[in-house]
């Protein structure tokens, strides 16, 4: 009988919905829970001793249960925020956060088995300053980078370079007066530095502008890497395609085999069995990596490419059971 996989994921996340169906058709027991669930509609009971060589126990809703011991991968996307019973405190629930993220993500995260992704090598590999230096070790080209709270530093940059562009170093999404909003890549231009106001009340991120032909999507699954070309079709998603999704388009193509073998050691040294990378594509066809998503949606490129990438994340992790 083949271990279960447990997945960790928002109840509302439809791409893991398309995992769990490729699963379910090739016949692999799945445990889903999203932590949003605990500790209302989710319970937790593990134990160790000194004979044991890890946790036994169970995780358990009122219809459903898995047993610890048994479980053989884990897919771990993004899950929701504790939920604790209503009439507590702000204290009180900080504290109980605090606890079930001690409590039931240290049991979890103690699984002896395949992770896609583990949470530790995802919080390590969110740092965009270790990706670049890991991509440069294993054989990628990338843009000179950049970060200083500096304004100097930032024209001496700039002077050297020629066309630099600003980005986040972090998540490049904020809330500001109860609405979500995005900081997208800035090709900076003639008087974009002549006011350097502001650059040293925090950590910024300028690279080298590299020119681009389109720009790329490889998405990582294991060993398996899936190529998608992303042509802007305004200058807004040229400089940032997060900027216009409707003037893009896409194309499945075919990944130069140094870049796969470079990628694949980049996900070996930073712990990941799945990654989102993005790359420039320059006219000579030249790949330059820009970073690597250790958590960034798949769905839409499989939607606009038919690439098999859910199927790919369910042969994986039914690999493992």
């Known amino acids: 009988m083949s271990s279960p996989v447990l997945i960790i994921?928002?109840?509302?996340?439809?791409?893991?919905?398309?995992?769990?169906?490729?699963?379910?058709r090739h016949g692999v027991e799945v445990f889903r829970m999203d932590t949003s669930e605990f500790p209302q509609q989710l319970s937790l009971a593990a134990r160790i001793d000194q004979g044991a060589r890890a946790w036994k126990g169970d995780l358990s809703t009122e219809h459903r249960k898995v047993d610890l011991s048994r479980v053989g991968a884990v897919y771990y996307r993004a899950p929701g925020a504790f939920r604790f019973p209503q009439g507590m405190s702000g204290p009180e629930e900080g504290f109980a956060a605090a606890q079930a993220r001690a409590g039931l993500g240290g049991v979890l995260s103690s699984l002896d088995c395949r992770w896609m992704n583990h949470p530790t090598a995802m919080a390590r590999a969110e740092y965009k300053p270790i990706q670049l230096k890991e991509a440069?070790?294993?054989?990628?080209?990338?843009?000179?980078?950049?970060?200083?709270?500096?304004?100097?530093?930032?024209?001496?940059?700039a002077e050297t370079m020629g066309d630099i562009v600003y980005k986040p170093v972090s998540s490049p999404v904020l809330i500001e007066a109860g609405q979500l909003k995005s900081v997208y890549t800035r090709r900076l231009r003639e008087g974009d530095l002549k006011d350097t106001q502001g650059i040293d009340t925090t950590a910024h991120l300028f690279q080298k502008w590299v020119s681009k032909d389109?720009?790329?999507?490889?998405?990582?699954?294991?060993?398996?890497?899936?190529?998608?070309?992303?042509?802007?079709?305004?200058?807004?998603?040229?400089?940032?395609?997060?900027?216009?999704?409707?003037?893009?388009?896409?194309?499945?193509?075919?990944?130069?085999?140094?870049?796969?073998?470079?990628?694949?050691?980049?996900?070996?040294?930073?712990?990941?069995?799945?990654?989102?990378?993005?790359?420039?594509?320059?006219?000579?066809?030249?790949?330059?990596?820009?970073?690597?998503?250790?958590?960034?949606?798949?769905?839409?490129?499989?939607?606009?490419?038919?690439?098999?990438?859910?199927?790919?994340?369910?042969?994986?992790?039914?690999?493992?059971?």
């Not at 791409?15 to 769990?20: A, E, G, K, L, S």
């Not at 294993?138 to 100097?152: A, D, E, H, K, S």
């Not at 490419?305 to 059971?321: F, Q, R, Y």
């Open 136 to 157: 440069r070790a294993c054989g990628l080209r990338i843009p000179p980078t950049l970060i200083t709270n500096r304004p100097q530093d930032v024209l001496d940059f």
């Open 9 to 24: 994921a928002a109840a509302d996340d439809w791409p893991t919905d398309r995992v769990v169906v490729e699963l379910e």
């Open 214 to 321: 389109y720009e790329a999507r490889l998405t990582m699954v294991g060993d398996r890497a899936f190529g998608a070309a992303i042509y802007a079709g305004s200058d807004a998603s040229h400089e940032d395609w997060r900027s216009d999704y409707s003037a893009l388009t896409y194309a499945a193509i075919s990944v130069p085999t140094d870049v796969v073998s470079g990628m694949r050691r980049l996900m070996h040294r930073l712990g990941l069995r799945y990654g989102a990378a993005d790359f420039v594509v320059d006219a000579q066809g030249d790949w330059t990596f820009l970073e690597v998503n250790p958590c960034g949606q798949w769905d839409w490129i499989q939607g606009n490419t038919e690439l098999p990438i859910a199927e790919a994340i369910a042969h994986d992790l039914k690999g493992a059971t």
